[in-house]
């Protein structure tokens, strides 16, 4: 009997902390509400495919020589950002027409020339001091053999979304509804290198790391990989990290997805023993290793990953701004919540 009572004790204990977790994920899922709605849903509509187009083709162009770091190619597609955020009227967190986050020839090994992260800013109505940053790398593999990698998957598809998303942001500011916290775009050098712009930028943040509430990474939004092209489906993008330091950004990109976009949130590679070890392999790392919540979005590998084959007229364009939205819509939220995020598991 004494052992029966004590068993069934333990079983009310664990039926109890059982409904005690349920009610938490429930009272959070409905915590998440996004206000004004089909005003959010028309700043997304200005994502369109036809610029997406445009920028994928010029970044991914031959005049860009495959932006490789450092070189006159990347340079060139650094100008090309800068010039874009001046003439939207976006600005530089680093004053006037500064875009330029240096970085010194001697950060790189001995053969690589200096380079640049390029970063610009629109700064939070209420909560200024509260940083979200949104980031895609800038470069790609150059030329080899006289043959250029053009990269337009890997990485002008996040390049060209970090883009439109900046200019949709800017239109809602313009127009009195700019975001209660701060965005910083953050486009990365040398991630092809070993993660080095990212590196660089956390070891000499512009803003403050203990303010810097998320980062949201895009890198190859623009493809459908092997596993769904098979079974034809290209309504997904992959989501990693999205949970692994904050339960409630994990039920905000759900959130969103299912009040804006609905694609499918494939959290395959999201696994603690994914053998391809994506979550370590792009620039949203350096923050998640110091503890900021992060989300990478990323289409999976193809083909073309890594070779001179990966060229603009490969980019499926309504995809590319589907998946753009759905970033668009995560941070809106993120920036323009009345609580700040959380980092709490649950």
């Not at 200096?114 to 895609?136: D, M, W």
């Not at 775009?185 to 070891?203: D, I, N, Q, R």
Request: proline letters at 3%.
């Amino acid at each position: 009997m004494k052992i029966f009572l004590i068993a069934s004790a333990f079983s009310l204990v664990g039926a109890c902390a059982s409904r005690s977790y349920t009610q938490k994920i429930d009272d959070l899922k409905q915590s998440i509400v996004f206000e004004q709605p089909e005003m959010i849903r028309e700043y997304g509509k200005t994502i369109t495919s036809d610029e997406l187009s445009t920028h994928v083709h010029t970044l991914a162009s031959a005049e860009f020589e495959g932006r490789k770091t450092g070189e006159n190619g990347f340079h060139r597609a650094s100008n090309y950002l800068k010039d874009f955020y001046s003439t939207n009227v976006i600005p530089s967190p680093l004053g006037r027409d500064h875009y330029y986050q240096n970085i010194p020839k001697a950060y790189f090994n001995t053969e690589s020339p200096a380079s640049q992260n390029v970063v610009a800013f629109i700064e939070g109505t209420v909560y200024p001091e509260e940083i979200i940053v949104l980031s895609a790398h800038l470069d790609h593999l150059g030329v080899s053999d006289n043959t250029i990698y053009y990269g337009a998957d890997d990485n002008a598809s996040g390049t060209a979304a970090l883009m439109e998303i900046a200019q949709a942001f800017i239109k809602a500011k313009s127009e009195g509804y700019g975001p209660k916290r701060s965005i910083l775009f953050l486009h990365l050098t040398a991630e092809e290198s070993g993660l080095l712009g990212s590196t660089y930028y956390v070891k000499h943040p512009i803003f403050a790391l203990t303010n810097t509430i998320a980062n949201l990474n895009i890198d190859m939004i623009g493809r459908v990989d092997k596993k769904h092209d098979e079974h034809k489906n290209e309504n997904y993008i992959y989501i990693i990290g999205a949970d692994r330091l904050s339960t409630e950004l994990h039920y905000i990109s759900e959130a969103a997805n299912s009040r804006f976009t609905n694609l499918e949130l494939d959290y395959t590679y999201n696994a603690a023993d994914d053998s391809n070890r994506y979550f370590y392999r792009s620039d949203h790392y350096n923050f998640a290793r110091l503890g900021i919540p992060v989300i990478f979005y990323f289409n999976g590998e193809h083909a073309d990953y890594h070779q001179p084959t990966d060229t603009p007229d490969k980019i499926n364009y309504a995809l590319l701004k589907k998946r753009a939205q759905l970033i668009f819509t995560t941070t809106w939220y993120l920036a323009n919540s009345a609580k700040k995020l959380s980092t709490a598991k649950l």
